[in-house]
Protein backbone atom coordinates (compact mmCIF):
# COMPACT_ATOMS: atom_id res chain seq x y z
CA UNK A 1 0.00 0.00 0.00
CA UNK A 2 1.68 3.64 -0.89
CA UNK A 3 2.22 5.97 2.07
CA UNK A 4 0.77 9.14 0.21
CA UNK A 5 -2.06 10.53 1.34
CA UNK A 6 -5.44 10.23 -1.10
CA UNK A 7 -5.12 14.01 -0.81
CA UNK A 8 -2.43 14.14 -3.07
CA UNK A 9 -4.48 12.44 -6.01
CA UNK A 10 -7.15 14.42 -5.75
CA UNK A 11 -5.36 17.18 -5.98
CA UNK A 12 -3.47 15.63 -8.89
CA UNK A 13 -6.96 15.02 -11.05
CA UNK A 14 -7.78 18.75 -10.44
CA UNK A 15 -4.51 20.30 -11.65
CA UNK A 16 -4.81 17.64 -14.68
CA UNK A 17 -8.64 19.25 -14.71
CA UNK A 18 -7.62 22.67 -15.12
CA UNK A 19 -5.06 22.23 -17.78
CA UNK A 20 -7.62 20.40 -19.76
CA UNK A 21 -9.74 23.07 -19.58
CA UNK A 22 -7.08 25.85 -20.45
CA UNK A 23 -6.43 24.01 -23.30
CA UNK A 24 -9.34 23.73 -24.38
CA UNK A 25 -10.48 27.68 -24.21
CA UNK A 26 -6.95 28.51 -25.18
CA UNK A 27 -7.85 29.72 -28.71
CA UNK A 28 -10.62 31.78 -27.43
CA UNK A 29 -8.75 33.30 -24.13
CA UNK A 30 -5.85 34.40 -27.04
CA UNK A 31 -8.91 35.99 -28.99
CA UNK A 32 -10.51 37.74 -26.15
CA UNK A 33 -6.84 39.20 -25.12
CA UNK A 34 -6.07 40.20 -28.54
CA UNK A 35 -9.34 42.25 -28.19
CA UNK A 36 -8.63 43.85 -25.10
CA UNK A 37 -5.13 44.60 -26.05
CA UNK A 38 -6.45 46.38 -29.57
CA UNK A 39 -8.54 48.29 -27.88
CA UNK A 40 -6.73 49.37 -24.91
CA UNK A 41 -3.89 50.30 -27.57
CA UNK A 42 -6.07 52.46 -29.25
CA UNK A 43 -7.83 54.19 -26.70
CA UNK A 44 -4.59 54.81 -25.11
CA UNK A 45 -3.15 56.07 -27.86
CA UNK A 46 -6.11 58.45 -28.61
CA UNK A 47 -5.26 59.80 -25.05
CA UNK A 48 -2.37 60.38 -25.16
CA UNK A 49 -1.61 61.48 -28.80
CA UNK A 50 -5.14 63.24 -29.65
CA UNK A 51 -5.84 64.86 -26.00
CA UNK A 52 -1.94 65.40 -25.62
CA UNK A 53 -2.37 63.62 -21.87
CA UNK A 54 0.15 61.86 -20.03
CA UNK A 55 0.65 58.35 -19.92
CA UNK A 56 0.00 58.12 -16.72
CA UNK A 57 -3.50 60.07 -17.15
CA UNK A 58 -4.59 57.90 -19.56
CA UNK A 59 -3.79 54.41 -17.61
CA UNK A 60 -6.18 55.15 -15.08
CA UNK A 61 -8.68 55.51 -18.25
CA UNK A 62 -8.90 51.43 -18.73
CA UNK A 63 -12.51 50.01 -18.42
CA UNK A 64 -13.14 47.65 -15.58
CA UNK A 65 -11.93 43.93 -16.70
CA UNK A 66 -8.34 45.36 -17.97
CA UNK A 67 -6.43 44.73 -15.41
CA UNK A 68 -4.50 42.51 -16.98
CA UNK A 69 -3.33 44.73 -20.20
CA UNK A 70 -0.31 46.81 -19.85
CA UNK A 71 0.79 49.66 -21.61
CA UNK A 72 3.87 51.21 -23.26
CA UNK A 73 4.62 54.36 -24.81
CA UNK A 74 6.56 55.15 -27.71
CA UNK A 75 6.56 58.93 -28.25
CA UNK A 76 9.65 58.85 -31.09
CA UNK A 77 6.89 56.66 -32.98
CA UNK A 78 3.76 58.04 -31.49
CA UNK A 79 3.13 54.82 -30.95
CA UNK A 80 1.03 52.55 -27.74
CA UNK A 81 1.20 48.81 -27.12
CA UNK A 82 -0.81 47.09 -24.91
CA UNK A 83 -0.36 43.63 -23.47
CA UNK A 84 -1.90 40.85 -22.16
CA UNK A 85 1.09 38.72 -21.08
CA UNK A 86 1.75 35.29 -22.90
CA UNK A 87 -1.39 36.22 -24.29
CA UNK A 88 -1.11 38.81 -26.94
CA UNK A 89 0.15 42.44 -28.07
CA UNK A 90 -1.13 45.21 -29.95
CA UNK A 91 0.15 48.46 -31.07
CA UNK A 92 -1.51 51.82 -32.24
CA UNK A 93 0.18 55.08 -34.22
CA UNK A 94 -0.78 57.72 -34.73
CA UNK A 95 -1.33 59.41 -37.75
CA UNK A 96 -2.14 62.92 -38.30
CA UNK A 97 -5.61 63.04 -39.93
CA UNK A 98 -6.21 59.79 -39.48
CA UNK A 99 -6.37 59.63 -35.18
CA UNK A 100 -4.32 56.61 -33.92
CA UNK A 101 -4.39 53.36 -35.79
CA UNK A 102 -4.06 49.52 -35.06
CA UNK A 103 -0.82 48.27 -36.62
CA UNK A 104 -1.96 44.93 -38.43
CA UNK A 105 -2.19 41.66 -36.61
CA UNK A 106 0.64 38.95 -37.34
Not at 24 to 34: C, D, E, I, Y
Not at 71 to 91: F, G, H, K, M, Y
Amino acid sequence: MSSRPKWIYALAAIAALLVLLLAWNWTALRARAAVGAGFGARVTCSCRYVEGRSIDSCRRDKEPGMALVTLSDDPESRAVEAAVPLLASRTARYRKGWGCLLDPMD
